[in-house]
């Protein structure tokens, strides 16, 4: 994301859903709306990472494509009268005399219909009339004239009213989908309990708070913007940032991020990052950029909706000049006809197919703590055939803990070993030293203390000079022996990191340090498994330890000792082995490899900016089966969009027939184009209701393909 990019205020993100795109090259304004290459334009989808474009550039979403513009739509009470009068206009028609008087009131109130539920969209049609633009508003505009010049004036007015209605409801559906985002924004609070410099605590507005202020979260109250426990312990509920359910215990120097809810008692922080650069803000700035760039699936659907709208308004003029003079229509029935082939005209339940589903997917992955950073990478998903995982940080947690001990014959290598250790900040020494437990104070007095690079550290103990280190120093003291080498075998076969303690006597003691699996890694592999992905590993730690690692996650692949450039290759060669292949890792090592990668995951990245600009997908939290959820969601959502496509073309290509043999009405046609927006919009709706969190069996899995 740029650096540009900053929130201004609680507006909601700009979620443009478009509908009825003028008759123009529909990829030209994809270019003029999005900077970026996308997937599906015959460019790799990596190079949009730098391109996206800034949605809270764009105007707000009162219209959703030229003539399609919601503002001009009168409220309930005018739809409603106007509704009234286009009824009585209906009925007058029907049932009153074949007089002038009772016709001339009829067309009195149709027209009062009309201005009623339609006069702002009849207004706005005939702009874009004059503008060359076929929208349809436009296209509304003139079947209403044209039915009124040939005295289909109740037909008029009661097409007028049923579209604003139609309008209406469909606004408020579109509105959920865009409120499943901007919802985002209500999390993180207006104001915060400052401490001020002469002790006192004062509410003031977030964004008045600068780096480095304290401020105080009371149990119940959300967390105002990024920082660090400073005093008081709690559990936070940080589901709204990483789709994790269970609340967090946090302490003194856990980091705590806007928009999380405290659980249980007050927390004091240090603030780490301003209003406008907290890792909700960045969520929100992400999300909105994810829906600017349009998916693959929706610019071959906007495409084919320019092309469309104009060949049924040639076919409309066609049928309405050429039928009465070649096959001996009568003028009226042909002109009518061709008006109902204008209102059929309209792909508004076309385009809204893709835009509402896309949306819907991406803020329901963002409730998970999935950022998709776009629909293309949404819909490509699905496609996945390989993840290659990074080890370190990744499958495993990153951090060491002492896993394994063992005593070669001194009873005081417990009580010096952790007496060295803790004077030590070496991430193994700190795991040993943790792994030993507490100590209550009591610990041997270490003088002398020093630390040798690339080998341990040394220090006096009771008047013996005691050593901590790696088998390389060992054997440099001449203390490798076959008991130590023996005691060690078993340790190094499991991949783990060994840290031997001695003094002059020899070798006293060893302690196997080991980098964790997640929790969840090998529930995540297995759903890979089951959705028909290969698992890879690709590591630049050393053989023993990758192999025992994969092995323990149950991956059969393995590629150790690699450089980032090394990873990058073995990423390509994937690609041609395996077809389309994501690369899961931590977005800083492994960048590289995520931008070879056709997807890129990076994981548990709270709170980094790094994994945010580099990776395509998210995951906002170390949960590995996220990147399986991910799949199964692209799944699913490619599964609405092609249901919506052939809802939409099915329902027009029904009454064009119809229209074509005398057999629909313009009220009829009406009814089919704005009842397949609803149904499509509402199918939509359905990625927001019901969840992709249950792991399906393998079958259901291997059908959504």
Same mark, same amino acid.
């Given at each position: 994301?740029?650096?540009?990019?900053?929130?201004?205020?609680?507006?909601?993100?700009?979620?443009?859903?478009?509908?009825?795109?003028?008759?123009?090259?529909?990829?030209?304004?994809?270019?003029?709306?999005?900077?970026?290459?996308?997937?599906?334009?015959?460019?790799?989808?990596?190079?949009?990472?730098?391109?996206?474009?800034?949605?809270?550039?764009?105007?707000?979403?009162?219209?959703?494509?030229?003539?399609?513009?919601?503002?001009?739509?009168?409220?309930?009470?005018?739809?409603?009268?106007?509704?009234?009068?286009?009824?009585?206009?209906?009925?007058?028609?029907?049932?009153?005399?074949?007089?002038?008087?009772?016709?001339?009131?009829?067309?009195?109130?149709?027209?009062?219909?009309?201005?009623?539920?339609?006069?702002?969209?009849?207004?706005?049609?005939?702009?874009?009339?004059?503008?060359?633009?076929?929208?349809?508003?436009?296209?509304?505009?003139?079947?209403?004239?044209?039915?009124?010049?040939?005295?289909?004036?109740?037909?008029?007015?009661?097409?007028?009213?049923?579209?604003?209605?139609?309008?209406?409801?469909?606004?408020?559906?579109?509105?959920?989908?865009?409120?499943?985002?901007?919802?985002?924004?209500?999390?993180?609070?207006?104001?915060?309990?400052?401490?001020?410099?002469?002790?006192?605590?004062?509410?003031?507005?977030?964004?008045?708070?600068?780096?480095?202020?304290?401020?105080?979260?009371?149990?119940?109250?959300?967390?105002?913007?990024?920082?660090?426990?400073?005093?008081?312990?709690?559990?936070?509920?940080?589901?709204?940032?990483?789709?994790?359910?269970?609340?967090?215990?946090?302490?003194?120097?856990?980091?705590?991020?806007?928009?999380?809810?405290?659980?249980?008692?007050?927390?004091?922080?240090?603030?780490?990052?301003?209003?406008?650069?907290?890792?909700?803000?960045?969520?929100?700035?992400?999300?909105?950029?994810?829906?600017?760039?349009?998916?693959?699936?929706?610019?071959?659907?906007?495409?084919?909706?320019?092309?469309?709208?104009?060949?049924?308004?040639?076919?409309?003029?066609?049928?309405?000049?050429?039928?009465?003079?070649?096959?001996?229509?009568?003028?009226?029935?042909?002109?009518?006809?061709?008006?109902?082939?204008?209102?059929?005209?309209?792909?508004?339940?076309?385009?809204?197919?893709?835009?509402?589903?896309?949306?819907?997917?991406?803020?329901?992955?963002?409730?998970?703590?999935?950022?998709?950073?776009?629909?293309?990478?949404?819909?490509?998903?699905?496609?996945?055939?390989?993840?290659?995982?990074?080890?370190?940080?990744?499958?495993?947690?990153?951090?060491?803990?002492?896993?394994?001990?063992?005593?070669?014959?001194?009873?005081?290598?417990?009580?010096?070993?952790?007496?060295?250790?803790?004077?030590?900040?070496?991430?193994?020494?700190?795991?040993?030293?943790?792994?030993?437990?507490?100590?209550?104070?009591?610990?041997?007095?270490?003088?002398?203390?020093?630390?040798?690079?690339?080998?341990?550290?040394?220090?006096?103990?009771?008047?013996?000079?005691?050593?901590?280190?790696?088998?390389?120093?060992?054997?440099?003291?001449?203390?490798?022996?076959?008991?130590?080498?023996?005691?060690?075998?078993?340790?190094?076969?499991?991949?783990?990191?060994?840290?031997?303690?001695?003094?002059?006597?020899?070798?006293?003691?060893?302690?196997?340090?080991?980098?964790?699996?997640?929790?969840?890694?090998?529930?995540?592999?297995?759903?890979?498994?089951?959705?028909?992905?290969?698992?890879?590993?690709?590591?630049?730690? $050393?053989?023993?330890?990758? +192999?025992?690692? /994969?092995? =323990?996650? !149950? #991956?059969?692949? @393995?590629?150790?000792? *690699?450089?980032?450039?090394?990873?990058?290759?073995?990423?390509?060669?994937?690609?041609?082995?395996?077809?389309?292949?994501?690369?899961?890792?931590?977005?800083?090592?492994?960048?590289?490899?995520?931008?070879?990668?056709?997807?890129?995951?990076?994981?548990?990245?709270?709170?980094?900016?790094?994994?945010?600009?580099?990776?395509?997908?998210?995951?906002?939290?170390?949960?590995?089966?996220?990147?399986?959820?991910?799949?199964?969601?692209?799944?699913?959502? $490619?599964?609405?969009?092609? +249901?919506?496509? /052939?809802? =939409?073309? !099915? #329902?027009?290509? @029904?009454?064009?027939? *119809?229209?074509?043999?005398?057999?629909?009405?313009?009220?009829?046609?009406?009814?089919?184009?704005?009842?397949?927006?609803?149904?499509?919009?509402?199918?939509?709706?359905?990625?927001?209701?019901?969840?992709?969190?249950?792991?399906?069996?393998?079958?259901?899995?291997?059908?959504?393909?």
């Amino acid at each position: 994301m740029s650096a540009e990019t900053t929130t201004t205020g609680p507006v909601g993100p700009r979620i443009s859903l478009s509908c009825c795109p003028v008759a123009e090259d529909a990829a030209a304004a994809d270019q003029a709306r999005c900077s970026g290459k996308h997937a599906g334009d015959g460019e790799h989808p990596n190079g949009a990472h730098a391109g996206h474009a800034h949605a809270g550039s764009r105007a707000p979403d009162r219209q959703h494509g030229d003539g399609h513009d919601h503002s001009v739509l009168p409220g309930w009470a005018r739809i409603a009268a106007g509704l009234l009068a286009a009824t009585a206009a209906e009925l007058l028609h029907l049932l009153g005399p074949d007089t002038w008087p009772w016709h001339a009131g009829g067309m009195v109130l149709a027209a009062v219909a009309i201005v009623l539920a339609g006069l702002g969209v009849y207004q706005s049609g005939v702009r874009s009339l004059m503008r060359g633009q076929l929208g349809i508003s436009a296209l509304m505009a003139v079947a209403v004239t044209g039915a009124f010049a040939i005295g289909q004036w109740p037909e008029a007015a009661m097409v007028m009213a049923l579209y604003a209605l139609a309008e209406r409801i469909e606004q408020g559906a579109v509105g959920r989908a865009r409120h499943a985002i901007g919802a985002l924004l209500a999390l993180s609070p207006d104001r915060a309990d400052r401490l001020g410099a002469d002790g006192q605590w004062r509410s003031v507005p977030a964004t008045d708070v600068a780096l480095g202020d304290t401020l105080r979260i009371r149990p119940g109250g959300r967390v105002p913007l990024d920082g660090s426990v400073t005093r008081g312990a709690s559990a936070v509920d940080e589901s709204s940032v990483t789709g994790e359910s269970l609340a967090v215990d946090k302490t003194l120097g856990d980091p705590l991020f806007a928009g999380t809810l405290n659980a249980q008692a007050e927390l004091e922080m240090r603030v780490t990052a301003a209003s406008g650069h907290t890792t909700l803000d960045r969520i929100i700035r992400a999300v909105e950029e994810a829906q600017a760039t349009r998916a693959p699936t929706q610019r071959l659907v906007d495409r084919f909706a320019a092309v469309y709208t104009p060949a049924v308004f040639a076919m409309a003029v066609l049928v309405a000049v050429g039928a009465p003079l070649l096959l001996g229509w009568a003028w009226l029935d042909a002109i009518y006809r061709a008006l109902v082939l204008l209102v059929i005209a309209c792909p508004c339940a076309l385009v809204l197919s893709t835009p509402v589903t896309v949306v819907s997917g991406l803020a329901v992955a963002a409730r998970r703590g999935i950022l998709i950073k776009g629909g293309a990478w949404l819909e490509l998903a699905r496609g996945i055939r390989a993840v290659a995982f990074d080890k370190t940080g990744t499958i495993t947690t990153g951090r060491p803990v002492l896993v394994g001990q063992s005593a070669l014959g001194s009873d005081a290598a417990h009580d010096v070993a952790l007496a060295l250790a803790s004077r030590s900040d070496h991430p193994v020494s700190q795991a040993i030293a943790q792994g030993l437990g507490a100590h209550d104070g009591n610990l041997p007095e270490v003088s002398d203390f020093t630390a040798q690079a690339g080998r341990g550290v040394e220090g006096r103990v009771g008047g013996e000079r005691w050593t901590l280190g790696n088998r390389r120093w060992m054997r440099e003291q001449g203390l490798w022996t076959e008991t130590v080498a023996a005691a060690s075998a078993e340790h190094e076969a499991q991949g783990r990191s060994l840290t031997f303690l001695a003094e002059r006597g020899g070798v006293r003691a060893l302690f196997a340090v080991a980098d964790t699996l997640r929790p969840q890694a090998i529930e995540a592999v297995a759903e890979l498994r089951a959705l028909g992905i290969t698992p890879i590993m690709l590591t630049g730690d $050393h053989g023993a330890a990758a +192999q025992a690692a /994969a092995r =323990a996650a !149950g #991956i059969d692949e @393995v590629q150790a000792d *690699l450089l980032p450039e090394h990873k990058q290759g073995a990423i390509a060669t994937l690609q041609k082995l395996h077809g389309m292949t994501a690369m899961a890792g931590d977005g800083i090592n492994d960048a590289p490899a995520l931008a070879q990668a056709d997807i890129g995951f990076a994981m548990g990245a709270a709170g980094t900016d790094v994994a945010m600009e580099t990776a395509d997908v998210v995951i906002m939290n170390d949960d590995l089966r996220r990147v399986a959820e991910t799949v199964r969601l692209s799944r699913r959502t $490619h599964q609405v969009l092609v +249901q919506n496509i /052939a809802l =939409a073309l !099915g #329902i027009k290509l @029904v009454f064009l027939a *119809l229209a074509l043999a005398g057999q629909a009405t313009m009220w009829m046609a009406v009814f089919a184009d704005m009842g397949a927006s609803l149904l499509v919009v509402a199918n939509g709706l359905r990625m927001l209701r019901a969840e992709p969190v249950q792991r399906r069996g393998q079958g259901a899995d291997q059908k959504n393909r």
